[in-house]
């Protein structure tokens, strides 16, 4: 499985940018999906997570409200809405997949993408 996050960009205090990640190699429509991002010098932390039905996501405190999750499976892929932006959610942010259930845990999912920077300036 390779997965290719887009979507990152630089964007102002209160703006939005619209995160995907496309799969490819196999299909993931089984699997659960996540979003983690790590910030400079910090560890890669979940950001939020969707079923493998997409009847059920889970978002880190600090994003709640802000974030949204979804899933197309007839396109493999993921998305992350990112509304409200603050210069806190900068961080480089990366997908995952692999896991049968929505986990928290980084090592819960097998395939990772690359990664995408996003930065939000003050």
């Known amino acids: 499985v390779q997965l290719q996050a887009s979507g990152g960009g630089l964007v102002q205090a209160g703006g939005s940018l619209r995160l995907s990640c496309a799969a490819s190699?196999?299909?993931?429509?089984?699997?659960?999906l996540a979003w983690f991002r790590q910030a400079p010098g910090k560890e890669r932390r979940f950001v939020a997570a969707i079923n493998w039905t997409g009847s059920y996501t889970f978002y880190e405190d600090s994003v709640k409200g802000r974030f949204t999750i979804s899933r197309d499976s007839a396109k493999n892929t993921v998305y992350l809405q990112m509304n409200s932006l603050k210069p806190e959610d900068t961080a480089v942010y990366y997908c995952?997949?692999?896991?049968?259930?929505?986990?928290?845990?980084?090592?819960?999912?097998?395939?990772w993408g690359q990664g995408t920077l996003v930065t939000v300036s003050s």
């Open positions: 190699g196999r299909t993931f429509s089984n699997y659960a």
């Open positions: 995952a997949t692999g896991s049968d259930t929505v986990e928290v845990r980084r090592r819960a999912y097998a395939y």
